[in-house]
């Protein structure tokens, strides 16, 4: 056998050898490539999956947003509607007493001094109630003139009284909870002769 015989074999020898090789290694990237398919269907069924999930949870959020906002409204409708149903319910006692106080009047035999006394019996009652509601009469008489709670009808000249000095009380003003909701209607005195006096002495 000669040397090129030789190379000749060694030559289809390494062939089937190469082409063994190459068909492992494609045989090895086909599986690669089925593999990481099948990998990829999975991850993309599991995202799927996941993103369905979320979904229905956003959905359920929302809808239990939808409710708590619907009762939320409603609560807030039945507090404007019956908040004051408590203070309805007091005031109803003094309609009441104001009813009989009128009905005794139409008798001939009405006693004044019987009336007299229901009526304050009545005025007692609703002030009670008023306190119940942290409802507060502003009555300033004497007490220097305030426009923050007192509104000044007239000024009147009164030496014996400082200027500015509330000296009578026309219409009682009232707050609730320490918030004005009307004012005191007032008469104020306003500088006369004591005050002219004092100017002098300064």
């Known amino acids: 056998m000669t040397q090129e015989d030789k190379s000749v074999d060694d030559i289809e020898q390494v062939q089937p050898e190469a082409t063994e090789a190459e068909a492992v290694d494609e045989a090895t990237e086909a599986a690669v490539e089925v593999a990481t398919e099948a990998d990829l269907v999975k991850q993309l069924q ?31 409708e039945n507090a404007h509607k019956f908040g ?6 007091e005031l109803l006692g003094i309609a009441d007493n104001l009813e009989r106080a009128l009905q005794s009047t139409e008798s001939d035999a009405a006693d004044i001094n019987a009336i007299r006394e229901g009526v304050e019996l009545t005025l007692k009652g609703l002030v009670d109630v008023f306190g119940k509601f942290n409802i507060v009469a502003v009555d300033p008489i004497g007490e220097p003139f305030d426009p923050q709670l007192h509104q000044a009808m007239s000024m009147v000249e009164n030496p014996d009284v400082e200027p500015n000095t509330v000296i009578a009380v026309m ?9 004005l909701i009307r004012p005191a209607m007032v008469m104020v ?3 006369g002769q004591a005050a002219n006096k004092i100017d002098e002495q300064a």
């Open 46 to 76: 599991e995202a799927e999956e996941r993103a369905s999930a979320a979904q229905d949870q956003y959905i359920r959020a929302e809808a239990e947003m939808a409710n708590l906002r619907r009762r939320v409204e409603k609560d807030v």
């Open 84 to 89: 004051q149903e408590k203070l309805s319910k």
């Open 171 to 179: 219409q009682k003003g009232y707050q609730l909870n320490g918030r």
């Open 189 to 191: 005195s306003k500088g």
